[in-house]
């Protein structure tokens, strides 16, 4: 079990990732791409992407073994982009470097000779690592960044409703099923006993589409303290690809369209995004679903935010 001890500044100073973050969700989509949990989740994304992932990239499976301890490095903190992450990591200092990778041996895992050289200070197999991060990111993870980011967004939206009717209380606990708030200690269901003191540092909470199972965290107490967890989502198919009956019922883009707003809930200009079309052909179509009952449309703000109904996603099943 790992235990977060709070005080009275740490919920003060408790705060939600802005976006995506590229280094965790790279870190956990290669988790999803070795290990059989999430299926029904996952399958489609995973048989694909195997396929996918580049020669370098084999390199980053090296570095992350599929279970157990992953070396902090690899999950720089605050990174907005694939390209800051990255940089963050080649500029990792040689002692954290050498920590890490001797961490990863005392767990049990065979070093690759490469990452030994790494250890050792050989700047040539960063810069290795650093391409093979950026090869996996664009092979494996680009194709389908835009959805990533949206669902995530999703539940980024849950978090701040907590936070604003309950405050910091209600929001941790609710959470996630594997975390429970008996103030002032969170407890989070973890495959190692471990605590973590914030000592008035606060807590940033990462929801990450490709996790699953049970919450993360860093294995330095002395890194910026985080809790990365598993948002909930239905299921996952790259590009929301329909079916061949219901594309020829609805027509190819507007089966998309369809299947975009049943794995995340959104509005109009990001159904464009999602779906690669014009705004007004977006809108166009989700007037039409909305006009079958497949989909409603709630306004939010400046914008309608779509959502399948039970009738649109009992059309999809069945096709």
């Given amino acids: 079990m790992l235990k977060v001890h709070f005080t009275d500044a740490d919920l003060a100073k408790l705060t939600i990732a802005e976006d995506a973050d590229p280094m965790w969700e790279l870190l956990m989509s290669s988790y999803r791409i070795r290990r059989p949990e999430g299926e ?61 990778v001797a961490e990863l041996s005392a767990q049990g895992t065979r070093v690759a000779p490469w990452l030994r050289r790494l250890a050792d200070g050989e700047p040539r197999e960063l810069r290795r690592l650093g391409t093979a991060m950026h090869d ?25 409703s907590c936070l604003e009717h309950g ?51 860093y294995k330095n107490p002395d890194l910026a303290p985080v809790l990365v967890y598993s948002i909930s989502h239905p299921r996952f198919d790259r590009d929301a690809e329909p079916g061949p009956s219901l594309a020829a019922l609805l027509g190819r883009t507007r089966a998309r369209a369809l299947m975009t707003v049943a794995i ?17 052909t977006a809108s166009q179509h989700a007037s039409v679903l909305r006009a079958s009952g497949l989909i409603t449309s709630a306004r939010s703000g400046k914008s309608q935010m779509h959502e399948v109904t039970p009738l649109g996603l009992g059309l999809i099943r069945a096709s």
């Fill in 136 to 160: 996996y990111y664009r092979q494996c993870l680009a194709p389908d960044w835009a959805a990533v980011r949206h669902a995530v967004a999703r539940d980024r939206r849950r978090l701040r």
């Fill in 167 to 217: 405050g910091p209380q209600l929001l941790l606990s609710t959470l996630h099923p594997d975390i429970t708030w008996a103030p002032p200690v969170l407890k989070v269901r973890f495959p190692i006993e471990q605590e973590l003191h914030l000592d008035g540092r606060g807590l940033r909470l990462i929801p990450a589409f490709f996790a699953h199972g049970m919450p993360t965290t």
């Fill in 264 to 280: 995340t809930r959104c509005n109009t200009s990001e159904l464009a995004e999602l779906t690669g079309t014009s705004l007004a």
């Fill in 40 to 100: 029904p989740f996952f399958g489609r994304w995973r048989r694909g992407s195997r396929s996918a992932v580049p020669d370098s990239g084999r390199l980053l499976m090296a570095a992350v073994p599929p279970y157990g301890y992953c070396p902090d490095f690899l999950t720089p903190a605050g990174a907005r982009t694939i390209g800051e992450g990255v940089s963050a990591v080649l500029e990792t200092p040689s002692r954290v470097l050498a920590a890490d």
